[in-house]
Structure formats: C-alpha cells, structure tokens
C-alpha cells in the first residue's frame, strides 16, 4: 500500500515538472552568418531558443519601442532567477536598434540562460536560451 502511494506521489511529481517546465516556443539554428540575430518583442525573444556555433556573434534587434533587458543567469530555461555578475546584461529599446551597442556577444560556455528584468517580463514568458556547438 505504501509502495503505490509513493509510485503515485513521484508520477504526480513528474507530471507537474512537465507542466511548469518551459519549452522553447520558436528554435532556430544559425551556423552561416558571422553574426546571429535575436528579436526582441514585448514579452518575448524570436526565436527563444538559437543554437550557433562557437565563437559565433549574437546581437538582439528591437522590433518594438519598449524597454526590454537582456540579463543572463544560471539557467534553466525560463528560469528568472538573478545572479550577481551575470555575463551579458544590457538594456535597450527603440525599434530597429540593435544591441550591445559595443558589438555582438560570444558565449563563453555551452550554454547561455537569459531573460528580461522588466517588471513581471521574466515571469511571462520573457526567456531565451543560447545553446553552442563546436562547428
Ligand atoms: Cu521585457
């Protein structure tokens, strides 16, 4: 009796992980251009989730007037959390710029989490994910 309680308690955890995790709404691979683009809408990165190959550069086009951050974190996916020295964070706004202002990021790991830090943004929906590869 105790076994299916505790069958039945992990299936009912697993499925509420599944429910609550975020899932890449728009993926997209980049490996031809010297630079990669991401677009930034209100309350939302396109595509959230780009894979590129390592060393690869990555701006983000406003498509929309608004303030929107680009504020990289510890992952996972969707998550909004804040860490202290985040690698990329920046903040812009205006229709057709494009930041960083300095020039395209490269990541330095495999992966790169990130979010924007405007208001509730983060909480909807306002994520992305970078993923490298060795070309
Ligand atoms: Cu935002």
Sequence with gaps: ?????????????????????????????????????????????????????????????????NTHTVTSNDGPFGSCNNVPNPEVNFVGSGVGNVFPTDGPITPKGDNLFYKCNVGSHCRNGMSGQITVIDG
């Design 1 to 65: 009796m105790e076994k299916k309680i505790l069958v039945l308690l992990t299936m009912l955890a697993f499925f509420t992980l599944q429910v609550f995790a975020k899932t890449c709404k728009s993926s997209a691979t980049v490996t031809d251009k010297p630079t990669a683009t991401i677009s930034v809408f209100n309350n939302f990165y396109s595509p959230e989730c780009l894979t590129v190959t390592r060393n690869q550069g990555i701006v983000w086009e406003w498509q929309v007037d």
